[in-house]
């Protein structure tokens, strides 16, 4: 065992984390929140993960749920293709395992929304297999230890970065490892204010003895992130409001939204031209920003009070909804501001 896998298993038996509500469970909750905590951090995670299990206990009650019910509990939580991917590979599991939760590496990297180091993870977490994993915060531990440069996010530092943490995988007590790499990278190893004062690698760490932990990992490549603009239009009557469902794909994709129209001249009253719509009362509300890994999407609510329901409703994938049973729906998150504010009006 090298001194580094020794130094963070010794670290990880007294001073890691072991109140986590996924640890010392089956291969189900390991599975649940590793998809959970990809690109999400845990403090963030435990609340949705403790709601999503209690709904859905098992593998058998994930699949036999409806998309619309998983979305709705991972309402929130973002990245919605993970709700999306966890819900087919339970049915998968249902439908060609019997069930349950393959054991086999190359099965389990099989599944939707599984790469190669969430299997090593649920591998080595749940069955305590000898697996190397490189999240983003392993990444950032390796790169650093081992005085890596480059961005950790390119592919030839990337295969460095995975060679390093299979040279550094101990060959016993692999689940304790596993877990210690995780709470490094969460609780000292950080990006911003690491705690290398009580760092259990201190001595060994490339980046520390070179005074180049603030430089390392190297950051991403700048680029310009671009700014998107777009109109929701929340089509009301009396206190219902129209919801489509967004297509299977792309941001939100599942998720029940308003319409949405790209910004521009008229584009409103073309919308209600087409629909039939007549409007009794309209109101811009304020604009606000959401921000999403790779845009920013500018959103101006109107707020429209119709006489009458208009065609779009009896088409396939809109519905009308009492307010207080959309905030129950499958919504993205500023859907759900929007909502709330409406309904705070009401009272």
Not at 96 to 110: N, T
Not at 154 to 161: D, H, N, S, T
Not at 213 to 242: C, Q, W
Request: proline share 6%.
């Amino acid at each position: 065992m090298s001194d580094f896998s020794r130094l963070l298993t010794r670290w990880q038996r007294h001073y890691g984390r072991h109140d986590l509500p996924w640890q010392g469970a089956d291969v189900y909750p390991i599975w649940v929140s590793e998809i959970m905590l990809q690109q999400t951090q845990v403090a963030t995670v435990i609340p949705y993960y403790q709601h999503f299990i209690a709904a859905f206990p098992d593998i058998a009650a994930l699949a036999a749920a409806s998309e619309d019910q998983v979305l709705a509990h991972w309402s929130g939580l973002g990245y919605y293709a993970r709700g999306r991917n966890l819900h087919k590979a339970a049915q998968i599991i249902m439908a060609q395992h019997g069930g349950k939760f393959p054991r086999k590496f190359e099965l389990i990297i099989a599944l939707p929304g599984i790469g190669r180091s969430t299997a090593a993870a649920i591998c080595a977490l749940a069955y305590h297999e000898r697996r190397a994993i490189l999240d983003g915060n392993v990444k950032r531990l390796l790169a650093r230890y081992c005085g890596i440069d480059g961005w950790t996010g390119g592919k030839y530092i990337e295969e460095q970065l995975w060679k390093q943490a299979e040279a550094l995988l101990p060959k016993r007590d692999v689940a304790i490892y596993t877990q210690a790499l995780m709470d490094m990278g969460a609780t000292i190893c950080t990006r911003g204010k690491p705690k290398c004062d009580i760092c259990p690698v201190k001595l060994g760490c490339v980046a520390l003895r070179k005074d180049r932990v603030s430089g390392l990992p190297t950051p991403r490549p700048h680029k310009v992130i671009p700014e998107r603009y777009a109109t929701f239009l929340l089509l009301m009557h009396n206190d219902e409001i129209l919801l489509e469902k967004r297509p299977g794909s792309g941001i939100w994709g599942g998720l029940w939204c308003p319409p949405q129209l790209d910004d521009g001249p008229g584009v409103v009253e073309d919308y209600l031209l087409r629909s039939g719509s007549t409007v009794s009362e309209r109101q811009e509300l304020k604009k606000f920003t959401h921000i999403f890994t790779h845009f920013r999407l500018h959103i101006t609510p109107v707020l429209l009070q119709l006489k009458k329901k208009p065609l779009q409703a009896k088409q396939t994938g809109s519905v009308w909804m009492e307010l207080d049973e959309a905030m129950q729906a499958a919504i993205p998150t500023p859907v759900r501001k929007i909502l709330k504010t409406l309904n705070s009006a009401k009272y």
